[in-house]
């Protein structure tokens, strides 16, 4: 399974891309107004730094301007993949970047039949939101299983982007149902390489050692 980093924050990219962690980069309105710049420069920088794809999303409702908004992200960087959310008009959207030859990363999935209307569209990429589901007393891994099942049924070539990870487990989950992709925040990257076990384990280790050298 492929990690992405849900962030525009460039130090953290940086950092995670030294330690070979990252595949890719989602980012979207809020995350880029956090920053301080043009968001396409931003984009464009990170763009420098990741050779694996980077979502940047439109913010138009109508689809001619979603495409219009599409071609334009796409002029920034050859890696560039155009987020565009689950509405009628943003699968038109799709079905015409799509066409062009532009990838799209079809965001705000909150059904499996959202994502499977997003892949006949020709979505490169689904993104189920796993999070937000959570937060309403909703499964939202079962959500990512249905999408997978779906598409391994039909050999679609769609991948699954698994969205709105709250904490480690949500990683686990999805590599163990066989999404494609899992983008995090920063913290949950961090999260995912500690455990208490682990830092108790070196903390003996070190203290064994010193018994070692005071001898």
């Known amino acids: 399974m492929k990690f992405y980093l849900d962030t525009a924050h460039v130090p953290h990219i940086q950092e995670g891309m030294r330690l070979g962690l990252v595949d890719g980069i989602t980012t979207n309105p809020t995350l880029l ?39 334009e992200w796409s002029k920034v960087a050859s890696n560039v993949v155009v987020k565009i959310p689950m509405t009628l008009p943003g699968l038109e959207a799709i079905r015409t970047l799509h066409g062009q030859g532009i ?12 994502a499977l209307m997003a892949a006949k569209a020709g979505a ?29 049924n039909y050999e679609i070539e769609t991948e699954v982007i698994v969205a ?33 076990l682990t830092d108790q384990g070196i903390e003996r280790f070190l203290a064994d050692w010193e018994k070692v050298k005071n001898r």
């Open 33 to 71: 107004s956090k920053e301080t710049g043009d968001p396409r420069e931003i984009v464009r920088q990170i763009c420098k730094i990741v050779e694996g794809p980077v979502s940047a999303e439109v913010i138009s409702l109508e689809a001619a301007a979603m495409v219009r908004e599409g071609l």
């Open 124 to 152: 490169s990429y689904v993104s189920p939101f796993v999070g937000r589901l959570d937060d309403i007393q909703a499964p939202g891994m079962e959500l990512v299983e249905q999408i997978c099942t779906i598409f391994q």
């Open 103 to 114: 990838p799209t990363n079809c965001t705000l999935i909150f059904t499996p039949v959202q």
């Open 164 to 196: 709105s990870v709250r904490h480690p487990l949500h990683v686990v989950d999805a590599a163990r149902i066989g999404a494609d992709i899992c983008t995090v925040p920063w913290n949950v990257l961090q999260g995912l390489s500690k455990h208490p």
